[in-house]
């Protein structure tokens, strides 16, 4: 059970939204009034794409008591992966606040106030491993994501972990990223609602997002300044805009005691900077076929420019180089019945130990082998430019070249070509010879299309490469000339 009646006061607050709140005791009678509406309907695989809200978390605790498979969908998915989604995990009904954003059927009535329960035709009846409760969707590189089957068992035990580890009571915690995010989920409502916390949820357009994109980032301050939270979930962006902001006088709330920053490499100057600063920020490790979270930097057991130590409800080990995870995992993929029940997952990523902490050096797949058969992890070069602050995306290229590129996205339209040149020059110091940029294309913002950007807001490697093809070969036809 999420909602432990021993951890809790039932008058207490447990969520918390920009104009209203919810008791722990009107939660879990939502949570009961619903979960007995969704063991009515015949339907099993509940689909729900909704923004942030209270609904969103009673809908999630209902579908794990009524034993449902929920299917949480991001609201910036394309046409083509909702599509996608919807087909491949048998969705019978559906959960929303937009019903104009597909080809909704009958309209269902439901104990929701907020959101509305539509009839799909189910496409397909999939296959899934026993004992799934929840298939998180990767943001994948293709128009066609993945899912990932996991039990709720797994869930709850990393919440657990993670509540301990952090070991904060009645905590306040906001959530800034889409609940969908299984980080956000496990680590940012199940925990906080573990201990008998608040769950703060604004709404993505109340944060400032458009899309994936955080478009107005002074939204957000407003919202951190306002809600006083002791704890946050940051991506590297999110970390790098609240750097920035500090530096240009932005005062963070003395309230906040833990900020974990994950979901892509942090670069060791990017979290300096933010100590430096006064930010307490913890760096951490997971991926969703681990169930979210596996290590994490803690204020009594850090150390620089690792992702910390295991929590401890999985054995992580190093073969070849790679990460791999055992014990706490997904049940398998969506409709890939050879991949069900693993012993372990490989998680592609190199790392190297130190005692017993883990650091992560970049991905196997994605290493850059240049012409002169040197290895370059991109996140490594890509981390020093984004640490900057100067960029909002950094993509470096050159395989198979005698030199790398990088293609950069501007933080601020007016920084000029000399002054990004300066830059280069500065970030390249810090490079061995064979990683530096020798040659580099700017542009002001990235184009409009969610499927360059992960749910994360990071870039996504392949689909950036394909998009740049044509300036990446200019970019090499210029290192040959």
């Known amino acids: 059970m999420i909602l432990e009646p021993k951890t809790f006061k039932p008058n207490g607050i447990a969520l918390k939204w920009n104009g209203g709140s919810m008791c722990y005791e009107d939660l879990t009678a939502q949570v009961r009034t619903l979960s007995h509406w969704m063991l009515q309907q ?219 920053v994950g979901g892509a490499h942090v670069s060791p100057e990017l979290l300096n900077k933010a100590k430096a600063l006064g930010l307490p920020v913890y760096e951490g490790y997971g991926l969703s076929e681990g169930v979210s979270v596996n290590t994490l930097n803690l204020p009594t057991h850090q150390r620089g420019s690792s992702v910390g130590q295991s929590l401890g409800h999985n054995q992580l080990s190093i073969e070849d180089g790679e990460l791999v995870v055992k014990g706490n995992i997904f049940l398998g993929y969506l409709n890939q019945p050879d991949s069900f029940y693993p012993s372990k997952v490989y998680t592609g990523d190199v790392v190297s130990k130190k005692g017993s902490y883990f650091y992560v050096h970049g991905r196997k797949k994605n290493i850059i082998i240049t012409s002169v058969g040197r290895n370059i992890s991109p996140e490594w070069v890509e981390s020093a430019l984004a640490a900057t602050g100067c960029f909002q995306y950094a993509l470096l290229v050159g395989e198979g070249q005698t030199k790398c590129s990088a293609i950069l996205v501007k933080r601020d339209s007016s920084l000029s070509a ?36 992960t749910a994360n807001g990071k870039l996504r490697r392949a689909q950036a490469l394909d998009y740049f093809h044509t300036i990446i070969s200019q970019l090499n036809n210029q290192l040959v000339a």
């Open 42 to 260: 015949p339907e099993k695989h509940i689909g729900l794409i909704a923004d942030n809200c209270a609904e969103w978390v009673v809908c999630d605790l209902a579908a794990r008591e009524a034993d449902k498979v929920l299917i949480p969908i991001p609201l910036y998915f394309s046409e083509q992966q909702r599509a996608h989604v919807f087909e491949e995990a048998g969705i019978g009904l559906v959960i929303t606040n937009n019903k104009h954003m597909y080809d909704c059927k009958k309209e269902v009535v439901s104990p929701l106030e907020t959101l509305q329960v539509f009839k799909m035709n189910a496409v397909r009846q999939p296959c899934i491993p026993a004992g799934t409760g929840k298939i998180t969707f990767t943001s994948g590189s293709t128009g066609k994501p993945k899912g990932v089957c996991l039990s709720n068992v797994s869930q709850y035990k990393v919440a657990k972990s993670v509540s301990i580890a952090v070991g904060l009571k009645h905590v306040r915690h906001l959530c800034l990223l889409p609940l969908p995010t299984l980080l956000e989920n496990i680590a940012g409502v199940y925990a906080p609602l573990l201990v008998g916390g608040t769950v703060v949820l604004p709404s993505s357009n109340e944060l400032g997002f458009s899309g994936a994109a955080l478009s107005n980032p002074d939204t957000m301050l407003s919202q951190i300044s306002t809600h006083q939270p002791e704890t946050l979930i940051l991506v590297p962006e999110l970390l790098m805009l609240l750097v920035s902001a500090c530096q240009k006088g932005w005062i963070p709330p003395s309230s906040l005691s833990f900020i974990a």
């Open 418 to 453: 000399e002054q990004i040149k300066a830059i280069i020059v500065k970030v390249n110091e810090s490079l061995p010879e064979y990683a530096r940029i020798a040659n580099w294309h700017a542009i002001d913002s990235l184009p409009p299309i969610a499927s360059l950007l």
